[in-house]
């Protein structure tokens, strides 16, 4: 299923019915446009892209064409989602936070409609500043301490990181869940 905006606001309810409604559609059929410049990301798990446009803030409303394809066949992950990026370069935390809700995605940077650099996004052993500690007693979480949160990732499938000043372990969901309700 491929959803494009230019500058219209879609609403996430609307964009899930859509693709329960051409769920059944086939892929083959379907052409996804080349971009002139921007980014291209890949291998995100299916179902995760518009957790990925909201992690990058993108509404719709920014004027920026914006390319999404959802539930495409993959022979590396099986299912997979695509966002295209027109005019538009991901900077390093938000690759990282990308990581976290997409561990096997590629990142593709498009100049003059080539591929001029293609990476896989890397979870780091440590994060800091990303995620907000759930446990509200955590040194971090206080207003009074000029303390970061800071994590330590402890597992990579499924994503499991410790905050290395409470110990407190924070699951995917609830990774997900922060990046979703900001």
Request: a positive charge.
């Amino acid at each position: 299923m491929v959803l494009s905006c230019n500058g219209a606001a879609v609403d996430q309810l609307y964009c899930r019915r859509v693709v329960q409604a051409l769920s059944s559609e086939k892929i083959g059929n379907i052409r996804i446009v080349k971009i002139n410049n921007g980014t291209v990301i890949d291998h995100i798990r299916a179902g995760h892209a518009l957790e990925v446009l909201q992690i990058l803030g993108i509404t719709g409303k920014e004027g920026s064409i914006v390319t999404l394809a959802m539930n495409i066949s993959s022979s590396r992950i099986g299912r997979k989602d695509i966002v295209k990026l027109e005019d538009r370069f991901l900077e390093t935390p938000e690759v990282a936070m990308i990581a976290l809700v997409a561990p096997e995605a590629t990142i593709n940077i498009i100049r003059d409609a080539k591929v001029v650099e293609k990476t896989r996004v890397e979870l780091p052993d440590t994060l800091t500043d990303i995620v907000v500690c759930p446990n509200t007693r955590c040194i971090t979480n206080k207003d009074r301490e000029p303390i970061t949160a800071k994590y330590q990732v402890i597992s990579r499938k499924p994503i499991r990181l410790k905050c290395l000043y409470c110990w407190t372990i924070v699951e995917e969901d609830e990774i997900i869940h922060q990046f979703t309700e900001r």
